[in-house]
């Protein structure tokens, strides 16, 4: 079974700073994707970035991008500039790419953005 | 906004009755996903329908069923509800299972 494990139950940064989230993963498998979703107060969870398993670049979109070792099974997710809108919950998951289609989430990151 | 909807938004109800959470995917999208989260649980996955069918099922509870229609909008009765059954149930779409899943903006159950 898969497991994806985020060790960093809370943080916090201040506005305008850089701020790296952690994660981790387990898998005997080598055709995944892994994600990273952002849930603010309003409890909607948005997708931030997707990173293809086979691909070798890291992931970017925008302020938003993934240092990822998949040798080392590790997915962390770096926001530059950090502005208060990023202030939510955030969740690292995984789903195989063949095989039960569902996805494993982490227990997730609190972020707060401090003015 | 996702372009998956769920009605209700809220729902309260009383133990040992029954209520249907009903979700639309975005248009195009085959497959649908639901998922609980509670506070003591975390996210976890329920049940996946593709097309019509049953493709995976996860932690879901017998008295939990799900069903996709031919219009591909999916409902999710939950019965004989208990006081644990209280969490929030999203419901999420992809266009094929391997693909990235959207989440609609989720049903708040509160079970009294």
């Known amino acids: 079974a898969q497991t994806v494990t985020q060790s960093q139950p809370e943080m916090s940064v201040q506005e305008a700073e850089t701020v790296t989230l952690s994660c981790t993963y387990d898998?005997?498998?080598?055709?995944?994707?892994l994600f990273w979703y952002k849930q603010p107060p309003s409890r909607q969870m948005i997708l931030v970035i997707r990173?293809?398993?086979?691909?070798?670049q890291n992931a970017t979109e925008n302020r938003f991008s993934v240092n990822f070792q998949k040798a080392a099974k590790s997915f962390s997710l770096k926001i530059s500039d950090s502005q208060l809108g990023d202030t939510a919950m955030y969740f690292c998951?995984?789903?195989?790419?063949?095989?039960?289609?569902?996805?494993?989430f982490g227990t997730g990151t609190r972020l707060t953005i401090i003015p | 906004d996702s372009g998956v909807t769920q009605t209700p938004k809220h729902l309260i109800t009383a133990t040992g009755q029954r209520v249907t959470l009903r979700c639309s995917p975005r248009?195009?999208?085959?497959?649908v996903y639901w998922y609980q989260q509670s506070l003591d649980q975390g996210l976890q996955f329920l049940i996946q329908?593709?097309?019509?069918?049953?493709?995976a099922k996860g932690n879901i509870l017998e008295r939990f069923s799900a069903q996709q229609f031919p219009d591909l909008h999916s409902e999710l009765n939950l019965s004989s509800l208990e006081l644990g059954d209280s969490a929030l149930y999203f419901c999420a779409s992809s266009v094929d299972g391997r693909e990235t899943q959207y989440f609609g903006p989720g049903t708040r159950l509160l079970v009294l």
């Open positions: 998951a995984f789903i195989l790419l063949f095989g039960n289609e569902k996805l494993t």
């Open positions: 248009s195009g999208d085959l497959s």
């Open positions: 990173q293809e398993a086979y691909k070798q």
């Open positions: 898998t005997s498998e080598n055709n995944y994707y």
């Open positions: 329908y593709y097309n019509g069918e049953e493709r």
